[in-house]
Each structure stands twice: as structure tokens, then as C-alpha cells.
């Protein structure tokens, strides 16, 4: 796979996606090596997953891994968002009732259909050839999942799934660390621990099922839990000049803090754990950029 057969499409994936012309430098010192590396190791990586906090660039790496792996390997790649797996507003506002209200808000594991993820999953690497295989689409400027009329679909066989999402690959906590609240919404919303306890085995159960069958995980790590909060709300920004201020499921900056809150608990987990046992960590700088990386797949590509 050389470098030289992919330099143009990466020009247009930079411009498409408005990322700045520095990223070509990013793209080819950081993930050139992981997208070498997984056509190395195509025989036993068959579902990698991508874990990072809102705004650290989750999609956008596993857009770029896709391209390279297509272009460049002429390999078969589909990337999934494990947000396009959230439950309807219609079952999370039932859930919500059955359980507790903050489950209304996406985000948290339990918010998520996972037996349907682990089931697309798995058509897409075990089907027989030629299957048409429909991918979820969530639109967040409306809260909700898009009508599966518009569902874009992929035929097999796959070669790759990237499977990407905040709490990819999270490990649940200890029943001690749920006793206190991490934040103000918890300590209101939440003083007798329902919902985190909810959350948390939510995430023992079906979620353990999933990460189960991947191969592999990379982490984007965070600097901070503030950097989180300003990336996130870049990423708002670019929604409501995507979709118009005005959308039900669009946020002002004050509701992306407090939504934020939602995420902070296992956020903290995973850039307190996660790093010593991920694949591969990509050390974020406040920049966005790459400081380092980790884990036992750098020693094999950088």
C-alpha cells in the first residue's frame, strides 16, 4: 500500500470535510501507520473499535481509515457510529418513564439498541456474498432515527467494520464508585442513584456483548474534561450551520455544558483506565493535535 496512491483522494477527504491543510501532516505521520497496520493484520482484524470523547475526532478517523483501506488496499470497509444505534425518542421517552427521566437524553449506555448493533454487526462480517445489509442513520438535529426508506446499504462480503463511538469499548465501574456524584446534575437529577447504577449495568450486560467481538481499539485520548466541553460545542456549532439554530435536536452552548454532564462520569473512567489496555492511544494535545502514541500496536507501527 503506498502513500503516493492515496495523496489525492486525502486532498479532497480534507477538503470535503473542512479540516485544516495541516491535517495531510497529521493523517500520514499518525494514522498512515495504523491503516498499514490493519492491512498487515487483515486476517485477524476484522472489527475495530474507536474510542474518544465528543469532539476528539472519532468519525473523521474512521472516515479516513476507510478511505485509505479502500483506496490504497481496495479493500471492503464499512464505518459505523455507534450513535446511529441511539433508541428512537419514541423508546427512550418509554424508558424514561419506566426507569428514570434522564434516560430520555441520548448519550448513555442503556440509550443505545445494542442487540440491533451486535446483529448488524454480524450480517456484515458473516453473511454469505452479495447480501445487502442496510446501515441506521440518527439525525440529532431532530433527536431522533431517520425512516429506514433512506438507510444506506452495503453488499458483502466485508473486509473491515470500524465501529466508533464515545463509550466504544468502556468497562463498567465498581459499585463504590457510583456511591458519589461526579457533577451537579447528578447530585440533582439523580441523588439516589438510579440511573447511574442503571447506566452502569446497562453496560456490564448487552455492551460487553458487542466489544466482545472486536479485534481491536483504538483510543483518541482527551487532555481534559474541559477540552471536552469546547470540542463539543464546536461540533454543535457546525450542526446548527449544517441545520439552522431552530432544530428540536440542535443545543445552545448553556444545554451542551449540561449535556456534557450526561457523558462526564464514564468519560473519566475511560481516560482514567482505558489508556493502560487500548491497542493503541493517541495522546491528544489542546490543539487537537497528536502529542504521542501508545499502546502496544505503536511499537509495531511508529
Known amino acids: 500500500m503506498r502513500w503516493q496512491k492515496v495523496e489525492s483522494s486525502l486532498a479532497t477527504f480534507i477538503s470535503d470535510h ?64 455507534l450513535d446511529d444505534f441511539y433508541r428512537t425518542r419514541e423508546e427512550r421517552h418509554t424508558l424514561a418513564n419506566r426507569v428514570h427521566p434522564m ?51 452495503v453488499t458483502t462480503p466485508v473486509d473491515l467494520v470500524i465501529f466508533e463511538g464515545w463509550c466504544v469499548g468502556s468497562k463498567p465501574e465498581d459499585d463504590i464508585a457510583l456511591r458519589l456524584p461526579v457533577n451537579a446534575l447528578e447530585a440533582e437529577l439523580d441523588a439516589k442513584q438510579v440511573w447511574r447504577n442503571y447506566v452502569n449495568e446497562q453496560l456490564a450486560s448487552d455492551y460487553q456483548t458487542l466489544f466482545a467481538l472486536m479485534n481491536g481499539l483504538v483510543m483518541l485520548k482527551a487532555p481534559s474534561m474541559g477540552a471536552v466541553q469546547e ?13 439552522g439554530a431552530g432544530r428540536s435536536g440542535v443545543m445552545s452552548q448553556k ?19 482505558m489508556p493502560s489496555r487500548a491497542d493503541l492511544v493517541y495522546h491528544l494535545g489542546s490543539d487537537h493535535g497528536i502529542n504521542n502514541a501508545t499502546g502496544k500496536w505503536s511499537e509495531r507501527t511508529f
Open 255 to 273: 444545554q451542551v455544558k449540561q449535556f456534557i454532564q450526561y457523558y462526564e462520569r464514564l468519560t473519566r473512567h475511560n481516560l482514567s483506565e
Open 18 to 81: 473542512g479540516l485544516p491543510d495541516q491535517f495531510q501532516l497529521l493523517a500520514k505521520r499518525w494514522y498512515w501507520p495504523l491503516a498499514r497496520h490493519l492491512v498487515d493484520n487483515q486476517s485477524s482484524i476484522h472489527l475495530l473499535g474507536i474510542n474518544g470523547a465528543q469532539g476528539t475526532g472519532k468519525s473523521t478517523l474512521a472516515s479516513l481509515l476507510k478511505l485509505f483501506l479502500e483506496v490504497g488496499a481496495g479493500l471492503n470497509v464499512v464505518a459505523l457510529s
Open 231 to 243: 470540542w463539543r460545542w464546536l461540533q454543535e456549532k457546525k450542526l446548527i450551520d449544517l441545520k
Open 103 to 153: 434516560l430520555e437524553v441520548r448519550g448513555v449506555p442503556g440509550t443505545h439498541d445494542i442487540q440491533f448493533a451486535v446483529a448488524t454487526v454480524t450480517r456484515l462480517l458473516h453473511d454469505k456474498p452479495e447480501t445487502v445489509v442496510s446501515l441506521p442513520v440518527f439525525d440529532k438535529s431532530i433527536d431522533d432515527r431517520v425512516t429506514d426508506l433512506i438507510w444506506p446499504a
